[in-house]
């Protein structure tokens, strides 16, 4: 089976530092991913790691360790706008078939 | 440059009609996909395409169907409608090279009575 665990909702203030963790049991293992969903609107890609260590996009960040089987998204500077719903996705298939298995999501809170 | 597109936005159906959801997108994109989103459940996937003929099964196909017969359009046929399939459907594309990031539709929302 497959299967990733998020904390189903996460509450900071504005200009502070969250992290959002994602453990993972899957059938296959070639990357995770991040995703940001206002709304109910479309998920939009945020991050991505195919091996250990910390990647870096502006105020983003997402790590990976293969042998926890985890990783988390680090969000900076925290703004209002980043109050929405934050996915990791385990990409499953070595073959760039693009098969994608997603959490269930963190909502994400800011509060002035 | 449309991105993936979407139609209908809005849909209600009654228990037992059959519809079709489109998604088409401009981006040459050779891998689409098609999700469903209900509360608390994250994004689960219904059925994927590697390129025209091709398509496979995700984690929840039962009660759909799809067909690839051009790159940019990727069709997702309810057969027989059910409560069950009350939900947001999304549809998504990305290139075969980097189909970790994936491109969304806005969605489709869907009310089966």
């Known amino acids: 089976g497959q299967s990733l665990e998020q904390p189903s909702e996460v509450t900071a203030v504005e200009g502070a530092i969250v992290q959002i963790n994602c453990t993972y049991q899957?059938?296959?293992?070639?990357?995770l991913s991040w995703y940001q969903q206002h709304d109910g609107g479309a998920p939009t890609f945020l991050s991505y790691n195919a091996l250990d260590g910390l990647e870096e996009t502006g105020r983003f960040s997402s790590f990976l360790s293969r042998s926890d089987s985890y990783g988390y998204l680090l969000l900076q500077e925290l703004q209002m706008k980043d109050s929405a719903s934050y996915f990791c996705a385990v990409k499953v298939d070595s073959s760039n078939t693009g098969k994608l298995i997603f959490g269930q999501g963190t909502t994400l809170q800011v509060k002035p | 440059n449309a991105g993936v597109t979407q139609t209908p936005k809005f849909q209600v159906l009654k228990t037992g009609q059959s519809m079709t959801l489109q998604c088409a997108q401009d981006m040459n994109h050779e891998y689409m996909s098609w999700y469903r989103q209900d509360p608390g459940m994250g994004l689960r996937l219904i059925h994927y395409?590697?390129?025209?003929?091709?398509?496979d099964q995700g984690e929840v196909p039962n009660g759909y169907n799809v067909s690839r017969s051009t790159t940019e359009d990727f069709p997702l046929r309810l057969l027989s409608a059910a409560p069950s399939q009350t939900s947001v459907y999304f549809c998504?594309?990305?290139?075969?090279?980097?189909?970790?990031?994936?491109?969304f539709g806005p969605g489709t929302r869907l009310t089966v009575t």
């Open positions: 998504a594309s990305s290139p075969r090279q980097f189909s970790y990031e994936q491109y």
């Open positions: 395409s590697v390129g025209a003929g091709i398509t």
């Open positions: 899957t059938s296959g293992f070639y990357g």
